[in-house]
C-alpha cells in the first residue's frame, strides 16, 4: 500500500461530479482510522498544501520557454513569482530550505531560474538566440512527451543506431 500525495487526492476529489451534467459529487477516501483526521484535514482546507514544482523546476522551464511564456532570464523570473511554489516559498521558506528574508526569496528564485536555464542549454534542450531562449528539437520533444531531464539526456546519450530495447 502507497499513500497518495496530498496533491493528487485534492485533484481526484476536484474531479468527482462533472459540472457539465452534475449538480453535485461524491469521492469517498478508504483509510486506516490512524489516518482518518489527517484526510478531513486535507478535504476541509485546513492543512496547507505544498508546492512541489522545485522539484521539477528545469522541466516546467523548458515547457514554458516552448511556449514562449519565457523567452529571457527575466521572463523566467517573472514566470516563476507567478506560481504556487513562489506563494508557499514566501508563506513557508523554510519548508523549501529558504530563510525568511523577502532578498533571500528573491535571490533563490533568481538562482533557480538561472541554474534552471543554465542546466538547459548544457545538455542541449535550450539555446539562446540573439538573446532568446528556445527550445531545441529535444527540447520540445521533452516538453511534449512530458520527459524528465534523467530521460531526455539518457536518450540523447544513445547510438544513432540504437535499437527501441536500448533506448528503453
Known sequence: MVELEESSILQMIGRAGRPQFDDSGVAVILTRSDKRLKYENIVAGKQPLESRLHLQLVEYVN?????????????AKNWLRSTYFFVRCRLNPIHYGVSQHCDAIDQVTEEKCLQSIEILQNEGLVANID??????????AAARYCLRLPTVTRIMGTKGQAKLKDVV
Request: hydrophobic share 30%; net charge negative; no cysteine.
Open 131 to 140: 538573446g532568446k531562449l528556445q527550445t531545441t528539437a529535444y527540447g520540445e
Open 63 to 75: 515547457a514554458e520557454i516552448g511556449l514562449g511564456t519565457i523567452t529571457d532570464v527575466q521572463s
